[in-house]
DNA sequence: CAGTGGTCTAGACCACCGT
DNA sequence: CGGTGGTCTAGACCACTGC
């Protein structure tokens, strides 16, 4: 009875670890510090290397940790907060700075869950690849499919593919007066292409945010985007963005 | 030189198991059907039942399968479209049918960082639990953050907590005329007592939407909701819902 | 109770990075 | 090259479910 309530309930090691790192995280480390190695850290704490693994993917997953590779684990930096821009009408992404760099276009048949919204039968569309960039670093890989019918005056003498046709299609695509858009946002693991261009591994979480573009009556094109999920926080704002400093974010992990 | 291109590049096996997988359902498996178990799958594989586990998980993060202790794996449905409503002035989350179900209600101090959007100090708020119910299953688990000065005429003589008091605070709350919400999604892991109520285990990836809602110059209520990551697929609407069949979600999968 | 998925171990080897 | 994280193995035991 005098017992000060010991631990009674089962909690997993690694569930238990988990919130002992973040709670040394909280206190002992700063952002961009590299953490002990994983073998040291798992003779830390008496349990296995693969018990230890799972309590550092977990906090990965929450953005806490970084991984890479040959170099080592490190503190991560608070979550950065994109914009996902609501009932505005741009295809750009972003009025100012910040953007989508187009790198590359190629026309082919879209997948067909896409060909179904773009109500394209199987007739090869623009296929644009770009990327978002955000503070030097890559936070989005995108694919949009234009068909061919949404930029009819693009020149056939342009390249047929590569970045300047992207461009291209961009700068028609601007000219279609937008009417709205379709937004869905679900969790997804990184194909192996996504994956190399936003530095992870493949299977990492991503954010897949999928936009539909209304112009004229019709879905003028549709936008699947993959967010890295470890290092982004989407915004939706009707007025303004939600900022959080990192210590509130921190404190509030405590608190749960 | 005259061989076939045998897999050069280094692919995990359990990505590569994932693949075969992933195959395997959309051609000889139906939705709710149940999967031979970790055991015999891995032996069937020829892989050691962590590396199985391995292909299941990222699977499952997919929406693809449902794993639950002591039954066995399923072929998971669809992901459900959940809207979260864009710009619409709504406490409930839908004007029909689906909406969120209070649970309970406490006085509490907010989370710092709930608080400093609240701009509330150290003082306590209401916070209402409810829980939102799709299809008959229980789809996110919600906080909202309700300072007293945004219900100033709550009764006193309700009950201090529980449900009734929930739905006091909300009777309250939608008299208040909304001017504006700003949203952010992010990945997390359940916490406990969401796991709990979502029906998974602690830990589980989530995406948790955070919403604050402005009304009378200020803020007058902020909500952290969190949706299971596995089965949901958020929808921010400008002009319907963004729906796609579950055929063709396979296809897409298959095609990428 | 038997069968399922969930946790954990103690190793091994590999791919990658910086020096 | 040495050190890092990433993959993989072959076991063991536990917690939960349904019969």
Redesign the pocket.
Known sequence: MGTTQLESV????????RTVLSEALDSDFAVGE?????????ARF?????????A??QL?LEGRLQ???????TVAPPRVGVAVSTAQHEWTGGVSGEAWQPVDCVSEVAPTAVAAMLRTGGEPVHVVRRIRVTHGQAVAAELLYVPASSVPDLSAIDAPSGPVRARSVMRELHRLGLEGQDRTVELGSARADDAKELDR???APVLVVTTRYFASGGTAAVSVATYRADTCRLTFGDSGALEISHDEQQQERQAS
């Open positions: 089962q909690e997993p090691k690694y569930w238990h670890l590299i953490l002990p190695n994983e073998r040291d850290l798992a008496g349990v296995a290397r693969a018990t230890l693994r799972q550092l993917e990965e991984r890479r590779r040959g170099v080592g684990t591994l493949p299977g």
